[in-house]
């Protein structure tokens, strides 16, 4: 299984951007999808997750990110609300299945960079 993430971007704070991610084909789609980032000079951070049946986020995103999930395609996004300077990052994409070998996978960084 793969994962393709996609729609990082410049904005000013207070925009928006929205994030997707998606898990290629498999007979088993992902059990936990979610979305971390790493700033410059930074460990990488929890953002947001989805399952079937919740979803979680970071204190700090609280409010302002929302993250949904398409079963069928095998898909999460995240919905970027008034974002600040210091949500800054490069954000991956992660998803896991308790029988894929190995159970988790990362997408490819996407730069989301938001000027005052």
């Known amino acids: 299984v793969q994962l393709q993430a996609s729609g990082g971007g410049l904005v000013q704070a207070g925009g928006s951007l929205r994030l997707s991610c998606a898990a290629s084909r498999s007979a088993l789609g992902p059990d936990f999808m979610g979305w971390f980032r790493q700033a410059p000079g930074k460990q990488r951070e929890f953002v947001a997750s989805v399952t079937t049946s919740n979803s979680n986020y970071a204190d700090s995103v609280k409010g302002r990110f929302t993250i949904s999930r398409d079963n069928a395609k095998n898909t999460a996004d995240l919905q970027m609300n008034n974002l600040k300077p210091e949500d800054t990052a490069v954000y991956y994409c992660?998803?896991?299945?308790?029988?894929?070998?190995?159970?988790?996978?990362w997408g490819q960084g996407t730069l989301v960079t938001v000027s005052s």
């Open positions: 992660y998803a896991e299945h308790p029988f894929w070998r190995p159970q988790g996978r």
